[in-house]
């Protein structure tokens, strides 16, 4: 009953990624603050948007300057924003009926991107717009995931990382590239920020995506600080683009749409927002 949502749901969760919309953007809005103060004032800004504008945060937010950004669940949101660095935000609103967003956006802390930043950014981005492209009433649950690792792998053998040629890491035998993507693409989304995680594997991780579901769309690249595996400059990058879309009768519509996610939109974005 709740990996299908019905209209007054749909309604509930887009108010909820509405609301959410507005915490990134008081972010930005604060940004010389954010500069002062570090991780703590994003976290800060974003949950008094979330307590104004609905019940509370969804789930912890993460708010992740520089290395803090390999760290999956980075939630202490006490280190610095340092110019030059990227910033990982991870962040919901619940709503006062207690369905839950869950965006992320990674953003330069100069409000531009490095030319090495742009091409790792971008490599995310093509593997999210093939995932949301591979999702639509019908396909496996898993298509986004499985569509988004083919660009991920690729770009990391375009990068001379992979240890072996890219069809053989993409075998499930392998999957050698996981080391830098850490993560599975999509989850339901819904009264839960991990809705229905209990589900029946056959309904839902291993089920076919029907209309009205809603799950996220989160590919990532991490390199850890203290990966040898990669050159150093690449080290302590983590990058992370997450959407929430619902399953319509042809595709997918975002939720999130609102927030810029191409590197163009974002500078642009940013440049607007901090005046």
Sequence with gaps: MRLVKDAWELGELGEAVDATVLGFEDGIREW??????????LEGTFFRRARAMGNDIGYDSIVAGGPHATTLHWIDNTGPVRPGDLILCDMGVENRNLYTADVTRTMPVSGSFTPLQRDLYTLVYDAQEASIAALAPGRPFLAGHDAA???LAHGLADLDLLPVPVEEALDPSSKVYARWTLHGVSHMLGMDVHDCGQAAPESYRDG?????????????LYFQADDLLVPEELRGIGIRIEDDVVVTADGVRNLSAALPRDVAGVEEWMGRLRG
């Design 149 to 151: 690792m083919e660009v």
């Design 32 to 41: 010389e603050q954010v500069l002062r103060y570090g991780e703590r004032w």
């Design 208 to 220: 076919i995506l029907a209309e009205n579901m809603v799950l996220t769309v989160e590919p990532g």
